[in-house]
C-alpha cells in the first residue's frame, strides 16, 4: 500500500515562510511529476508546483517567485519552500504523484494572517 505523507503546514503572518514536506511510505514507483495542489474553501483544486521526472519545475503565475518546488523521485520525496505568504496563499495544501498510477496526500492547511 502506498501512501503520502505530507507535513509543514501551519499558521504564519502574512509575509512569512513555510516549508511543506512530503514523502511516499510504502512502495516507490517511477513517477513522471510531483506536485502541489490548494484548495481554497469554495474553490476549485489548483496546480500550485510542479516536478517532471526531466527535472522541470512549473508554477501557477500567482506563486512564481516566491515559491519554489525540489524533490527526489528516487526517493519519493517532494517540498515547497514557501517565502513571502499572502492572506490569498491561505488553503489547505495536497501534494501529488502522477506516473503508472496517482496518489494524494492527506492535505495539510495553511493559514496565513494579514
Known amino acids: 500500500q502506498v501512501q503520502l505523507v505530507e507535513s509543514g503546514g501551519g499558521l504564519v503572518q502574512a509575509g512569512g515562510s513555510l516549508r511543506l514536506s512530503c514523502a511516499v511510505s510504502?512502495?516507490?514507483?517511477?513517477?513522471?511529476?510531483m506536485g502541489w495542489y490548494r484548495q481554497a474553501p469554495g474553490k476549485q483544486r489548483e496546480l500550485v508546483a510542479q516536478?517532471?521526472?526531466?527535472?522541470?519545475?512549473n508554477y501557477a503565475d500567482s506563486v512564481k517567485g516566491r515559491f519554489t518546488i525540489s524533490g527526489d523521485n528516487a526517493k519519493g520525496t517532494v517540498y515547497l519552500q514557501m517565502n513571502g505568504l499572502k492572506p490569498e496563499d491561505t488553503a489547505v495544501y495536497y501534494c501529488?504523484?502522477?506516473?503508472?498510477?496517482?496518489?494524494w496526500g492527506q492535505g495539510t492547511q495553511v493559514t496565513v494572517s494579514s
Open positions: 516536478l517532471t521526472n526531466g527535472g522541470s519545475a
Open positions: 501529488n504523484f502522477e506516473g503508472a498510477y496517482i496518489f
Open positions: 510504502g512502495r516507490l514507483f517511477r513517477f513522471n511529476t
